[in-house]
């Protein structure tokens, strides 16, 4: 698909980190956009949307207060709109990431992907899933092949282990890959590593099992950029299919958990960055990204303009 200025897509649900910058990103390249948020905003709703800094952005920005278990909400969302960008955030009022919120997930997705098939504009689907959908897996230590868009999270697993964000990414995914093909629908999904940035701590959901990624390889991260920039290369490019792992590093070094330490812990007194140096074995990579970089070879992130 070309950049199709003047068409108009959804992004649900806009109101988190990597939803209001695709909002910003696709106005910046000349799309009208449906922000799909789930909380009720104070004050000018367009505010949240901090990257908006001209008057013709704004112009093609609607916003649409969201519930995901309303469908009729989320069709009223979709009306007129040519694509979906979609991720979940959780409600803001769960304090944890736990079994309940995995059943919402999946129950929510069912939700959206039903509302596509049910609007005729919707050509194409891009679909927010997770790294962690894809390695979770009793036989990883075994596999002769590095994991990538093939494999699957194991659903047992995660739930014997408590791997809640892994199991409801990977139980949402599948739901949505099941509800596409039985209709019909044009579908990518962007598997994406941890998310990086000043928001990151301890408590996300993601982090659980980090030694364990760690010593197999593939504990991978992503930079926000990056990740937007993948979403709208998956969705602008005809030939894109399937799932695409979505990384632009590794953690697999000493120094790698050093940088990822101070991240997380900011204020907290840490060993000197020397004696990390000191231990200089590397943990070989054991994931890779290649589907998704050759899809991104020709990308252009900057601003788009009607020529």
Request: aromatic share 10%; proline share 3%.
């Amino acid at each position: 698909m070309e950049p199709a200025f003047r068409s108009t897509v959804c992004v649900m649900d806009a109101s988190g980190r990597l939803g209001s910058s695709l909002v910003e990103r696709l106005l910046q390249r000349g799309y009208t956009v449906h922000a799909a948020v789930q909380n009720h905003i104070a004050g000018d709703q367009v505010q949240q949307f901090s990257g908006i800094s001209s008057p013709e952005n704004e112009k093609r920005l609607k916003v649409f207060h969201l519930d995901p278990f309303d469908y009729q909400s989320i069709i009223e969302a979709l009306k007129g709109c040519c694509g979906l960008f979609y991720s979940f955030e959780p409600a803001q009022d769960q304090p944890t990431f736990d079994e309940v919120i995995a059943e919402e997930e999946v129950r929510v997705a069912h939700n959206v992907l039903e509302a596509c098939a049910q609007t005729d504009s919707i050509a194409k689907v891009v679909f927010t899933s997770s790294a962690t959908a894809i390695f979770w897996r009793e036989d990883h230590s075994s596999m002769e092949v590095d994991f990538d868009e093939r494999h699957w999270s194991d659903i047992s697993l995660c739930r014997k282990f408590k791997l809640w964000y892994a199991l409801s990414k990977t139980a949402a995914e599948k739901a949505a890959w099941a509800m596409a093909m039985d209709r019909g629908m044009n579908m990518v999904t962007i598997n994406a590593g941890l998310l990086l940035g000043p928001e990151l701590s301890l408590t996300n959901p993601c982090l659980k099992g980090a030694a364990e990624m760690y010593e197999d390889g593939v504990f991978v991260t992503v930079d926000l950029n990056y990740l937007v920039d993948a979403h709208i290369c998956a969705f602008e490019n005809v030939s894109a299919y399937g799932r695409y792992l979505c990384f632009n590093h590794i953690i697999n070094s000493s120094e790698d958990t050093f940088k990822l330490t101070q991240i997380l812990t900011p204020s907290a007194s840490l060993p000197s960055q020397q004696s990390y140096k000191e231990d200089t074995r590397i943990i070989p990579q054991r994931i890779s990204n290649k589907k998704l970089n050759k899809l991104m070879v020709d990308f252009e992130s900057g601003i788009q303009v009607e020529g």
